[in-house]
């Protein structure tokens, strides 16, 4: 079952919202400029249901990949037992279709008792019991976009049941809102709800998703509100999706990319590494494009059959840190030459990280020389520095001096990831 918004998301705005004053306050020191929740501190990273198993609530047909708690439950174990908490993979997070079609006598969302018959508070207790965090789905008006209960008019009920379920995470969409005005409201408001409830639960808002295809979003009001945000549609498990991404964020860079930081964060949507529509060079551009980018590592993908080689890809604790560093800078595309791509990314400690990308999908492996003073705004290596590699494969470079030239040889559509460091 294929959600609508995949096809006119950001064309249809529904919920009416009759707020007179909505007295907003934003908490923490007068002028703050972002949510200041002590949350998202560097980018999230989980496990998030949607690209891989979609709005599948036939558990008769399906019954090992419809959107169910059997399904988080086994996810649980296996972000424990695979290694995926310790690589820092720590939210499990449920995306639409977990609801029931009606809510319940009190005004409470509840979860469709055929395929949670345990309800969300059990699943949490479940995915806490594992040391893991819980993530849930809403949308900030009349409906979600595949038609279940929204979240207009009930904001401080749904805040609070989130809460009393001991949530984690909410992901929060933006189908049917009628104005801009509204669904902007809308966005602050529950910001302010869950807030009021005392418990830490990430904000993940679609709120600038929504004004793109009218104006450009005020950025600076958003990230007052959110922990991280989405900027464009849904990624899809092709590599022409992840190329639309990374095509719009390089594009949009003067206008996103100061916004991205501690507490914060641009979202270029999930990982789908492990699936089926990338090749092997294209899901290591995917992992380091997202690990410069600083972006929310979301996989989506079934962790009951990935292979060894797209494990320890999404394992990789040096690309890991890249994406996790704390300086919390994104990273930003510096030019395009010769049918290659170069992003750079400032981290702590003074180092560098590199992904030259190389844009051709036809024909064998190419080399690209890059002349290491215009790296890092030409002090990435001044003196001095040394050079590792950490995709495809990890290697240390060597030590290079200021004036040196980097000799790199890159599959079609395949990234070269480097750490540069200036020598101890």
Known sequence: MVREKLITRGQRLGCILEFSVLGLVLWGAP?????????????????????????????????DSCVSEQLFMQMADLMVSDGWKDAGYKYLCIDDCWMAPTRDSKGRLQADPQRFPGGIRRLANYVHSKGLKLG?????????????????GYYDIDAKTFADWK?????????????LKHLADGYKYMSLALNRTGRSIVYSCEWPLYVWPFQQPNYTEIKQYCNHWRNFGDVLDSWQSITNILN????????????????????PDMLVIGNFGLSWDQQITQMALWA????????????????????????????????????????????????????????????????IRNLQEIGGPRFYTV??????????CNPACLITQLLPVKKELGFFGWSSLLKLKINPTSTVLLQIKTPS
């Open 136 to 152: 849930i789905y809403a949308d900030v008006g009349n409906k979600t976009c595949a038609g279940y209960p929204g979240s207009f």
């Open 31 to 63: 002028g703050t400029r972002a949510l200041n929740n002590g949350l998202a501190m560097t980018p999230t990273m989980g496990w998030l249901h949607w690209e891989r198993f979609m709005c599948n609530v036939d558990c008769k047909e399906y019954p």
């Open 167 to 179: 949530v984690d995470l909410l992901k929060f969409d933006g189908c049917f809102c009628d104005s």
């Open 292 to 355: 410069i980018m600083a972006a929310p590592l979301l996989m989506s993908n079934d962790l009951r059959h990935i292979s060894p080689q797209a494990k320890a890809l999404l394992q990789d604790k040096d690309v890991i840190a890249i994406n996790q560093d704390p300086l919390g800078k994104q990273g930003y595309f510096l030019r395009k030459e010769k049918d290659f791509e170069v992003w750079e990314r400032p981290l702590s400690s003074l180092s560098w990280a590199v992904a």
């Open 248 to 267: 719009w964020s390089s594009s949009h860079q003067s206008t996103i990319l100061n916004f991205a930081g501690p507490g914060g964060w641009n979202d």
């Open 371 to 380: 002349p290491l003073t215009s790296l890092g705004k030409a002090v990435a």
